[in-house]
């Protein structure tokens, strides 16, 4: 837990909406920075020619004194490892010091003073405790965490981080280390930014940016694009995946605002995305690697047309749950099963439709086209009874071209009910008591659309 100076800027950005009078100036909203301050053991370590609390204090010095000439800033004090001696430490050794209040500059310079390295460093737990020290979470809120190692307590920072941005709070980390291994950085590659302590331009950089208020949120869009790639589609699940822990992290319905614009999304800006958007069949993003405090377009080619698969209204239409299945026209794979008299989105293109009806309807090559619905109609259904006088097997087969296609198979009830397609039929079927194939009965019928048909077998 050795060679790290770490500073962590977490940004509050508040949603507050300002009421503007005619002729008014608006009074400057004040920033609240939080000190976190490790006092842990580790850090009586030697670094250059003196202590690493001594290059910490030096370095806190700085920054109080830099941001204490903006006037609109308040501050408060932190310290973490600094009343429970190490070993064994306590790892809830965590209190604020000295809260937000005006003119408070030179007691927390003071306490910074006093402070020996003396416990453990929690990292996490100071971390998710430093939420709770502002006064208002409606203004502009950043914390800096000044310490020589990393977590000592089991705890995860990048958990940590993912827990305040639960809470709206959005990290702006940067990292200035001494010395570090590879290894060592990549222990904090959630967190932030990496600078190097020795290079003399890290502390200006983020000065000047903290002076600035330029910590701002990560921000992202997903525009769908339509035939014209204009982002105009929407209404359709967005999932955003972690690719390097193969997980996904945030699950949104697409929105368009009001302005007809595809919706912002406040987003954590340290993983790599890839994003997919649920459409059918579903579209995929590239890898992203969003760039912190800034805003992100993702496009993604979505154009979408709508198919429609109905029937007139029929006698026999409500006991008849008829779906279609459809299928990718290369691959085959079944992209999605559709209810009759329903309608679905699909990406354009050609699709193969199987309609799950007795007998089954095939339409292929059928074209979705940009915002328009294709409408497929197929005949109502007739109804079969087919009745028997005992237990028996059969089938129900369709005449076409003077050649016989299977539709179903008779059960072995006395009483059964089909809704079938119209067209001329034939249906074969022996009992289970006679035990010759010469027993077989055939009985040739139609069915049309809305009418009953009857067919019995007898011995």
């Known amino acids: 837990m050795r060679g790290l100076i770490v500073l962590f800027f977490i940004l509050f950005v508040s949603l507050l909406q300002a009421q503007k009078k005619p002729a008014a100036k608006l009074a400057v909203k004040p920033t609240y920075v939080l000190f976190v301050f490790d006092a842990s053991n580790s850090m009586s370590a030697k670094f250059h020619a003196a202590t690493r609390m001594d290059g910490a204090k030096d370095l806190f010095y700085k920054f109080i004194d830099s941001l204490g000439k903006n006037k609109d800033m308040l501050f408060a004090l932190r310290m973490y490892g600094h009343t429970v001696k190490y070993p064994p430490g306590d790892c809830k050794d965590s209190k604020l010091v000295v809260p937000f209040s005006k003119n408070n500059k030179e007691e927390i310079k003071q306490k910074v003073k006093e402070a020996k390295p003396t ?15 502002f006064v208002d979470n409606k203004t502009n809120n950043i914390v800096i965490i000044i310490t020589d190692g990393i977590e000592e307590c089991g705890g995860d920072p990048c958990k940590a981080r993912q827990k305040l941005m639960e809470k709206g709070i959005v990290f702006k980390p940067f990292i200035i280390g001494i010395g570090l291994t590879p290894e060592q950085i990549k222990t904090f590659e959630c967190v932030g930014t990496y ?30 694009l339509d035939s014209k790639s204009l982002p105009k589609e929407s209404n359709v699940n967005i999932t955003f995946y972690d690719v390097a822990k193969k997980e996904y992290k945030y699950n949104f319905i697409h929105t368009l605002n009001s302005k007809e614009n595809p919706d912002t999304l406040y987003i954590d800006d340290y993983p790599t995305y890839k994003v997919i958007a649920h459409t059918i069949p579903p579209v995929e993003s590239k890898e992203i690697k969003l760039n912190a405090g800034k805003h992100t377009i993702i496009p993604l080619d979505a154009p979408q047309g709508y198919l429609t698969i109905k029937r007139p ?24 099963v559709q209810l009759l008299n329903a309608t679905d989105k699909y990406i354009t293109g050609k699709y193969d439709l199987e309609l799950l009806t007795l007998p089954r309807l095939y339409f292929n090559q059928i074209e ?48 059964q009910t089909f809704y079938l397609q119209p067209g001329s039929y034939v249906a074969a079927w022996r009992g289970r008591s006679l035990k010759g194939s010469i027993y ?8 049309t659309s809305n009418n009953q048909t009857v067919v019995e077998f007898y011995r």
């Not at 416990?119 to 020290?133: F, K, M, R, V, W």
């Not at 600078?195 to 997903?222: A, E, G, H, M, P």
Request: aromatic letters at 6%; charged letters at 20%.
């Open 119 to 133: 416990g453990i460093t929690p990292i996490e737990h100071s971390l998710t405790e430093s939420a709770n020290d």
């Open 195 to 224: 600078f190097d302590y020795d290079n003399t331009s890290s502390f200006s950089t983020i000065t000047q940016i903290i002076q600035q208020q330029k910590l701002n949120k990560t921000s992202v869009q997903v525009n769908l």
């Open 313 to 336: 209204d029929g006698v026999y239409n409500y006991n008849e749950k008829v779906k279609c299945v459809v299928k990718d026209i290369e691959s085959g794979q079944t992209l999605n």
């Open 368 to 415: 979705i086209e940009q915002s328009q619905t294709k409408v497929i109609e197929i005949p109502n259904a007739g109804m079969l009874q087919v009745k028997c006088l005992e237990a028996g097997d059969g089938c129900i087969l369709l005449k076409r071209d003077e050649q016989l296609e299977w539709v179903c198979n008779l059960s072995t009830q006395t009483l």
């Open 440 to 447: 077989t009965i055939e009985k040739k019928f139609t069915i």
